[in-house]
């Protein structure tokens, strides 16, 4: 899966730089630094459906509905610290579809990473590569958990998220951060 051609560096350091810039505006866990984040990934990604953690929740519950395959396309360390209860990591950085080799292409599917973007790339990779029902988790772990759904990691409950850095940790309410 090469997300080389939709995820390019330039438009990484593109997002760091505005996240940087409007993230070190605002307060601690800014709802409106949040916000402008994610209506950037939007605009970027303009053709990856989206889900918010509401909606996910409300589809896991829906006995009607086939659950979502849960993908974190973040670094290990990220995913060790925490992640959503039942995903499976995919490392953005050198993707191995291996894990996901035995899915159906029209198993539905929701990718995540920090706050968006890194998401959206893995998850219009995969409709790229043939997956039909993929959609990216709006705002990431982080909005996941500024509102209080549950994290775990390999041994149960986890409070706290991985902020990537100081700046991006902005994006996260205290109580979540390290």
Do not use: C
């Amino acid at each position: 899966m090469d997300t080389s051609k939709r995820f390019t560096k330039k438009s990484i350091v593109f997002l760091v730089v505005l996240a940087a810039v409007l993230i070190g505006l605002f307060w601690d866990g800014s709802p409106l630094g949040s916000f402008i984040v994610r209506e950037a990934v939007k605009a970027k990604f303009s053709t990856v459906r989206s889900v918010t953690p509401a909606e996910l929740v409300a589809w896991k519950a829906d006995p009607d509905r086939p659950p979502p395959l849960l993908i974190d396309a973040r670094p290990a360390e990220q995913f060790t610290m925490s992640h959503l209860d039942g995903a499976v990591r995919i490392d953005p950085a050198e993707p191995d579809l291996a894990v996901i080799a035995n899915v159906p292409k029209e198993t539905p599917i929701v990718v995540y990473d920090a706050a968006g973007a890194v998401g959206a790339a893995m998850a219009l990779a995969l409709t790229e590569a043939g997956y039909t029902r993929v959609s990216n988790l709006d705002g990431g772990i982080f909005r996941w958990a500024n509102e209080g759904r549950k994290l775990v990691d390999d041994h149960g409950p986890a409070t706290v998220v991985y902020p990537i850095s100081w700046t991006w940790g902005r994006l996260l309410k205290g109580a979540y951060r390290p």
